[in-house]
Structure formats: C-alpha cells, structure tokens
Nanobody
Framework: QVQLRESGGGSVQSGGSLRLSCVVS????????MGWFRQAPGKERQGVAT???????SYADFVKGRFAISQDNDKNTLYLQMNSLKPEDTAIYYC???????????????????????WGQGTQVTVSS
C-alpha cells in the first residue's frame, strides 16, 4: 500500500520561503503522478502542483512563478519549494500520489493528477503578514 509522509511545514513571515518534502513508500512502479494539495480552514482542498513520471508538471494559477515541484527518485521523495509566500498561502499542505499510469494536468486553474489519490497526513504552513 502506498504511504506518504510530509515534512517541512512551519511558520514564516510574508515573503519568506519553505521547502516541503514527502517520502513515498509502498510503490515501485515506473508510472505515476504525484503532487501537492492544500486546504485552508473553511475551504475546499486545492491542487497546488503535480508532476508525473514523464516529468510533466502543472501548477495552480495562484502559485505560478513562486512554487516549484521536483522529485528525487533515488530518495523516493517529492519536494515543493515555496518562495515569496503570502498570508493567503496559509493552509495544511498534503502530499498525494496516483500509483500507475497517470498524467499531471491543469483544470479550472488548479493542478491535478488523473486517477485516485493516496494522501499523506498533511503539514501545516502558516504565513504571517
């Protein structure tokens, strides 16, 4: 079974940076899509950035130019580098993975993966003004 463990959340001031990490275990296939999603209090979960096994990436409109998704296959780790953070970026950030053939794409201004996501527990990111 796929398991995901996030780390790297915390509190920063507006304009600061954080890097989130997600260690993925339980899947050794060569086809997949993985990504980062976030959920603020009272809001729906949003797709922030996704990447697939062909290295296609997609980003939500509200993070383009500020966030970057990457992966280290040797470490089975997914990253999200977040720069120029804003108070509205405050949320719980979740790592997700679709094991098997999938594609990273954008829809409605949000990043997505085709297929059923497995989820991590989430890590809190708080940006103060």
């Amino acid at each position: 079974q796929v398991q995901l463990r996030e780390s790297g959340g915390g509190s920063v001031q507006s304009g600061g940076s954080l890097r989130l990490s997600c260690v993925v275990s339980g899947y050794t296939g060569s086809s997949y899509c993985m990504g980062w999603f976030r959920q603020a209090p009272g809001k729906e979960r949003q797709g922030v950035a996704t990447i697939d096994s062909d290295r296609r990436t997609s980003y939500a409109d509200f993070v383009k130019g500020r966030f970057a998704i990457s992966q280290d296959n040797d470490k089975n780790t997914l990253y999200l580098q977040m720069n120029s953070l804003k108070p509205e970026d405050t949320a719980i950030y979740y790592c997700a993975a679709v094991p098997g053939p999938s594609i990273a794409f954008s829809f409605g201004g949000y990043a997505r993966c085709v297929g059923r996501n497995y989820w991590g527990q989430g890590t809190q990111v708080t940006v103060s003004s």
